[in-house]
């Protein structure tokens, strides 16, 4: 065993399915938002949304626009994550069809900071969700330094070449967990 290593670590999300009242512009309880301009909404019920959230009474909603800016929301992680080790957790993805004017598909990309509200690791991107049905996504990784902060944001297709109004919905994430490396 190496000193200092992670076992049995368990690290649950406050709120990880972002119940809060329905409205848009704003971060369910337990999330917040470092970034000018991003005002997330808790849906169903925002802009007329009537999409089910997979888990609980609300979901997630997070857009990209056309001027490249995007939202995300962030947490502090009630354990940090260690440089070096493996870790993983999961959480439903959809897209909706139509979304006030914000209906191409995008994916969510997964940040690692040490300060609150920073980007300083990427630490996973989901592929494109274009479905609007709810689908469990798995992400494992390695943090190059230790983890204290936690970003969900809303980005682009890979590969594409202009900005473009788009978004994603975000339910039920589990517990970040140690994982074996292979």
Known sequence: MVIGQPTGVLIPFRNPSFEDTPRASASPAGWQSYTPGSTP????????????????????????????TSEDVSQGLQEPLKNGFCY?????????PKYV?????????????????????????????????WR????????????????????????????????????NCSAIEKCNRA
Request: glycine share 12%; with cysteine.
């Open 101 to 133: 004017g914000y209906n191409n598909p995008i994916r969510i990309r997964i940040w690692g900071s040490a300060k609150r509200g920073g980007k300083e690791q990427l630490l996973a991107s989901s592929p494109l969700i274009d479905h609007s049905d």
């Open 41 to 68: 909404d808790i849906l169903p019920g925002a802009w007329g949304l009537d999409l089910p959230a997979q888990e609980g009474r609300t979901c997630l909603g997070l857009i990209t626009r056309e001027d490249g």
């Open 136 to 171: 469990n996504y798995k992400f494992q990784f390695i943090p190059a330094g230790d983890i204290r902060f936690i970003t969900f944001e809303a980005y682009y297709a890979p590969g594409a070449s202009f900005k473009y109004k788009g978004n994603i919905l975000l339910d």
């Open 88 to 96: 993983k957790f999961s959480m439903y993805l959809s897209h909706a």
